[in-house]
């Protein structure tokens, strides 16, 4: 069974930081890419930023590009999401996702296993 938990998210001012972190249970956490999703009230959820499952590409929405930064740490089973220069409209629930096969051929990928989601509220 995959369970991914998500944490890190809080209240932060515009301009300001966080860092997102999504715990990944399973042995083979190594062989998946990992990305990151977020839903605004009354939006639909949309992709954040993706990476595979070597670290050695990423793939980011244009909307957070140059501000957010996708890692991960695969001795920790672990993947972050640093957010920087945060502004209103990153607001929402933001769900770590796992790719559903291992070492898949489509990157980013399309089927996920998700968490439970963390919330981020920026305020003005």
């Known amino acids: 069974q995959v369970q991914l938990v998500e944490s890190g998210g809080g209240l932060v001012h515009a301009g300001g930081s966080l860092r997102l972190s999504c715990a990944a249970s399973?042995?083979?956490?190594?062989?998946?890419?990992i990305a990151w999703f977020r839903q605004a009230p009354g939006k639909e959820r949309e992709f954040v930023a993706a990476?595979?499952?070597?670290?050695?590409?990423?793939h980011y929405a244009d909307s957070v590009k140059g501000r957010f930064t996708i890692s991960r740490d695969n001795a920790k089973n672990t993947v972050y999401l640093q957010m920087n220069i945060l502004k209103t409209e990153d607001t929402g629930l933001y769900y770590c996702a796992r790719e559903k096969t291992a070492y898949g051929s489509e990157f980013p990928p399309v089927n996920f296993y998700w968490g439970q989601g963390t919330q981020v509220t920026v305020s003005s």
């Open positions: 399973g042995r083979t956490f190594t062989s998946f890419a």
């Open positions: 990476i595979s499952w070597s670290g050695a590409s990423t």
